[in-house]
């Protein structure tokens, strides 16, 4: 997930790693690895492209790029070699259980392999979710032959016939949690709209929001209402997720933006797994405020208030907070922090930010509305990459949704935004790329704007794909050129401008 230009991984020798499991096994903490298998296994197919199903991949749409990234079923020879992959990881590894993973496999592979479509007709198999129950049952017996238990994801146990000495991780949802608990499978619940800590915790701070936005309030708001207690019975326990390769924008080398996510998500996950939240929130944020901020300030924790309350109304702001902390606010074009002792004054309300510290901690910033209203002028969206049939620029045009290009860009490659009548506006955000991911983004380039629509002038380089315009005049076409070649995946992706009005 990393930019195209940036590579980041590793990997550890085996003597680090027994080292790394000494360390955390002092600690009382037990290292279970995960290989993720069958699908998601596109980087073991970049070098053992033979593992993959036996059909030409349709490199031509895509690129150039082969996307498929799962293992083929019906090859002999794959066994062997998970045979000694695993082997390997259960010598090192002193967990009963090793993850071999089971979810999001990209089934469609399958069923274009002349080789698994025969293994299929071979078996009397119509589904090819029992491909996957084969496949899985195979990596079981590997680890069985070694002593371990295999753990999965829900999607494994969607039939119901994989072995049930498994340990089911259910992520997708409460309901997978509740399917797999009542198949009989012992269950962990981590369904990510309540524990996957990289979501993020409001609509504007960093982090992911396919899952959820949550904060420590909703997670100290799960409970097992669902559950019968035969299915309470199947449940292992709670757990708490961060996939850590998904934040390289975010200075991994440093805790803070890991402390901001977890901390208190994490204190609140910890509560209701040991002792469930009948006491109710008001209490439990009482103890948090009381006992836990000190301990997690007295541990170094960069751990995130919850926002303080700010209100704007006859000219002024007013601000309070019921933790104890201390309240800021930041006017634009001043890096100067103001200490909040009293009302503000003020005609401009979207020029000022509030946020509040404690210890080691912070709060997210908070603003009045105006500060993040955005218009929506008509726009027309063209490029020099073609465009997508399923992802057409009308999407982004209309401010409902992405479009995406036919191809990668390539230096010189642009795109450019056409207003219908010039747009005043005080700020102009442009983002090519998913959101919260550097990837599908023009790598490298810059921006140039028009006035009048014929003659363009440079207006700063892009920042991750993506650059904030403040034009002083009325604005008719904005484009963005390239000056990388290629961004490592097989088109660009392009959001609708957000626009602020000018105030
Ligand atoms: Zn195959």
Known sequence: YGKWSEKYGGYFKQSEMRELIRYAALRNIE??????????????????????????????????????????????????????????????????YIHVGGDEVDMSQWERCPDCRALMKREGMTDPHRLEDLFMERMAAILRSHGKRPAVWNEAVRTGA??????????????????ATAKGYRTVVMPGQYFYFDMRQS??????????????????????????????????????????????????????????????????????????NAEGWDAYYEELKGKHY??????????????????????????????GSAIYYL?????????YT??????????????????????????DKSRWRTITPAVAITTSMGESAKFPYANAESYKGLSRTRRACRQQDWIRYTFGEPVR??????????????????TTGYAEVSYDGATFERAGELEMGSITLRPGRPVKAVRIVSTCDDNGTPYVTIQPPQVKPAL
């Not at 290989?35 to 197919?45: C, E």
């Not at 996307?67 to 000694?84: F, I, K, Q, T």
């Not at 994989?162 to 399917?179: I, N, Q």
């Not at 959101?435 to 599908?440: E, G, V």
Request: glycine share 8%; charged share 25%; proline share 8%.
């Open 331 to 339: 006017m634009d074009g001043s890096p100067e922090e103001h200490p």
């Open 162 to 179: 994989f072995a049930r000495e498994c340990r089911v991780h259910g992520w997708e949802s409460v309901k997978a949690c509740l399917d």
């Open 425 to 442: 506006c005080r700020e102009m955000y442009l983002q090519t790329g998913n959101r919260q991911l550097p990837k599908t983004i023009v």
């Open 31 to 96: 290292i279970i690895p995960e290989i993720d298998l069958p699908g998601h296994s596109r980087n073991i197919a970049s070098v053992h492209p033979e593992i993959r199903c036996n059909y030409p991949p349709d490199t031509v749409s895509t690129n150039g790029y082969d996307y498929r990234s799962a293992w083929c079923v019906a090859r002999e020879e794959n066994y062997a070699l998970l045979g000694d992959i695993l082997g390997e990881l259960c010598e090192l590894f002193p967990s009963e």
């Open 294 to 323: 000190d301990r997690m300030a007295a541990m170094g924790i960069r751990f995130r208030l919850f926002p303080p309350k700010v209100g704007y109304g006859d000219g002024a702001f007013t601000a309070s907070a019921d933790d």
């Open 203 to 276: 609509p504007r701070e960093d982090g992911h929001d396919w899952a959820a936005i949550f904060d420590a309030k909703k997670v100290y708001g799960f409970g097992f209402t669902e559950f019968s207690p035969e299915q309470m019975r199947n449940v292992e326990g709670l757990q708490g997720a961060f996939f850590s390769e998904a934040y390289v924008s975010h200075e991994p080398e440093k805790p803070d933006y890991l402390d901001y996510m977890l901390f208190p998500r994490v204190c609140a996950l910890a509560r209701i797994a040991w002792s469930g």
């Open 342 to 367: 009293a009302p503000v004054r003020t005609g401009k309300p979207h020029l000022y930010r509030f946020y509040s510290r404690y210890g080691t901690a912070r709060s997210p910033y908070v603003a």
